[in-house]
């Protein structure tokens, strides 16, 4: 009855919104993952459980995890000073830390001032990480919430001074492996990705469209460019919510999905700034926040993140349930954050049957 009403409401979302397919996964706990995959992408490849997505911002998911990895070995701590590791960037300053950084309280914008112009034209990483390094404060740090890119940009170029790698490897061998799940950042993978629909940039149609064209997935940006398939996106948040147990240590595993920002105001603008945005180490924390992507009946401990590629990965640990739900339509009409939360409502209701 509850995968009846799941899917009834999943195929409401596709025809309401006009989202061309979707792929969902959900757990309870140790349970066996249950999955729907409904539809196709924008040229009507069907979605099946091996579809690849490019999952936009639950990279940064990957990128903190990451970083949090090489404070288990020892090699960052949470409190370093940026400029301990990056002295040439511009927002080397007074009060950065690695854990402003992974909770967007540090100070920078939200992108890179150029963004559009870099954009425009064809870039590799190694040109953008030198922009992100060039980027000074909009605003004090631990002043506000300002959920951003650069931040991240920068958190990768730390990872690749210590490890002595670029960051792409650096990820695969830090989280991607040991998750034993299918990603990719930067490189092609061997199979189509699920094209999306409705991307809106005036690069839309082109070789350098966002999202769908080959060099937009060549670029590898350390906050929006993994290519990874349901199974691994929903890996990425259990990953938050101890599984594998030997992946983070409970007590760091802990402090990144407890609130970091106390109650600091922001988030990601426009309607979705708030009064008292809480932040984890990498994880946006549902606390109070109206709108969200987390259905109402989520537990204000509520971990995960949303991308605007189409796509939620989140974890409920009142509940213990995690989900994913990966669209092949762009965010930009608001099913992500309107359609999507009505179709995990039963799989939350049916923990209290």
């Not at 990279?59 to 990056?86: C, G, P, Q, W, Y």
């Not at 989140?314 to 359609?339: F, M």
Request: aromatic share 8%; glycine share 10%.
């Amino acid at each position: 009855m509850e995968n009846q009403s799941i899917e009834s409401l999943a195929r409401e979302t596709m025809q309401k919104f006009e989202v061309p397919g979707l792929a969902i996964l959900y757990q309870r706990g140790d349970a066996d993952i249950e999955s729907l995959f409904l539809g196709t992408d924008a040229t009507g490849k069907p979605v099946t459980r091996d579809s690849l997505f490019i999952v936009a911002s639950l990279t940064k998911l990957a990128t903190a995890l990451s970083v949090l990895r090489l404070m288990e070995a020892n090699e960052i701590a949470l409190d370093d000073a940026l400029e301990k590791f990056l002295p040439d960037a511009r927002a080397a300053q007074s009060g950065v830390t690695v854990r402003t950084l992974l909770c967007h309280i540090s100070g920078l914008p939200q992108d890179l001032p150029n963004e559009h112009e870099l954009y425009g034209v064809a870039k590799t990483w190694d040109e953008i990480k030198g922009e992100c390094l060039k980027v000074a404060l909009e605003r004090a740090p631990r002043t506000r919430v300002l959920y951003g890119n650069v931040g991240y940009g920068l958190l990768a170029l730390i990872v690749e001074r210590v490890t002595h790698k670029n960051f792409m490897d650096a990820l695969r061998e830090l989280v991607l492996q040991p998750l034993n799940m299918e990603g990719y950042l930067g490189d092609e993978p061997p199979r189509a990705v699920m094209q999306l629909a409705d991307v809106r940039s005036r690069h839309g149609g082109t070789d350098i469209e966002p999202y769908n064209s080959r060099y937009y997935r060549a670029l590898g940006l350390p906050w929006s460019g993994l290519i990874t398939d349901a199974g691994g996106a929903l890996k990425l948040v259990r990953a938050f919510a101890g599984e594998p147990k030997n992946f983070l240590a409970d007590a760091l595993r802990r402090e990144a999905i407890s609130n970091q920002t106390d109650a600091l105001p922001g988030g990601y603008g426009g309607r979705f700034d708030y009064p008292v945005a809480q932040w984890g180490l990498g994880t946006d924390l549902k606390g109070d926040k109206k709108p969200h992507w987390t259905p109402p009946n989520a537990s204000a401990r509520t971990f995960g993140h949303a991308g605007a590629s189409g796509c939620v990965a989140w974890h409920d640990p009142q509940e213990n349930i995690s989900w994913t739900i990966l669209g092949t339509r762009t965010a930009d009409n608001a099913w992500l954050v309107r359609g999507a939360p009505k179709i995990v409502e039963p799989i939350l209701e049916s923990a209290h049957e």
